[in-house]
């Protein structure tokens, strides 16, 4: 990319998360810019004014013949949860925490940056530019994407939020998700709920060192961890998570929705084969 115009252009995707295009049309989307078809302009826009001016914050214009205004969105669920403060509990986004739930969150999230970062020392350089937008309200908090960590660390398995991963492999997501989270509502999931807490930090902290052109500072948001998020939800589940037939497919192919059919079976077949062993521990006294 040696063109001028280039240059407000993104150039490295690493830390960009799941708000991807698909480009629709034959050529090069790069033409485009280097005709001078489309400009790019990175500025906040003051106010407008007649004849299709747009007014920014630097005291420069911009005259156009249609706006098209992405407004944003309030990150705080509308549905109202009883009783009163009961979101912080439930892994949601929140205005009124606590002092002693803001001073919990804040040592688990220093301790797990610690960590990931001391793991992938990349992370300690993410690009300058970084989404400006700020929310009032604390992360999504959910164990394993999905469960609320209060509940969770108590044994009590009677929520889960399907789909706040937000992701372009939604296919694999989806399938992933629902059986672990039948499994979990029921109870069939082994877990150690001394560490819930700690590793509902971890993924949060991780999905903001990690895409921090992104909105994971808020939600769970990627695009290139979405086999290793299935893979811990089927190592949870006790089903393998290298589905490929040999070893060169897995380090030369990608994955598809087609790696893993009969997840579903596959569970059941393991649970049947776990119960039964129950069942001949018991009857050998082997449990006494």
Known sequence: ????????????????????????????????VTSGQVQIIK?????????????????????????????????SPNI???????????????????????????????????????KFPYLTRPPKNVIPYKQKVSPYRLYGGMAPPGLTSRSDNSIVF????????????????????????N??????????????????????????CGFSAWYPEFVYDTVPYADMLLRDLGVRSRRKRI?????????TIQDYKGINREWAEKRRCDEGKKVIRVNLGLNQ
């Open 1 to 32: 990319m040696t063109s001028v115009s280039y240059t407000d252009l993104e150039t490295y995707s690493l830390f960009l998360s799941a708000r991807v295009g698909v480009l629709n049309y034959p050529g090069n989307i790069h033409d485009y």
């Open 80 to 118: 109202q949860y009883k009783p009163d403060g009961i979101e912080a509990s439930l892994g949601i986004p929140t205005e009124s925490m606590s002092s002693e739930e803001l001073a919990f969150w804040s040592h688990l999230d220093k301790e797990a940056e610690r960590e990931i970062l001391q």
């Open 43 to 75: 500025k906040d826009i003051s106010h407008l004014s007649k004849n299709g001016t747009i007014n920014f914050a630097d005291g420069t214009s911009y005259q156009t013949h249609a706006l098209i205004a992405i407004t944003g969105w309030k990150l």
């Open 162 to 185: 399907i789909k706040m991963v937000h992701s372009t492999a939604n296919i694999i997501i989806a399938e992933t998700q629902a059986l672990w989270a039948y499994a979990y509502l």
């Open 247 to 255: 070893a060169t497919q897995e380090v030369f192919s990608g994955y």
């Open 187 to 212: 109870g069939m999931i082994d877990m150690n709920k001394d560490k819930v807490y700690q590793e509902t930090g971890l993924s949060s902290c991780y999905g903001r060192l990690r895409y921090p």
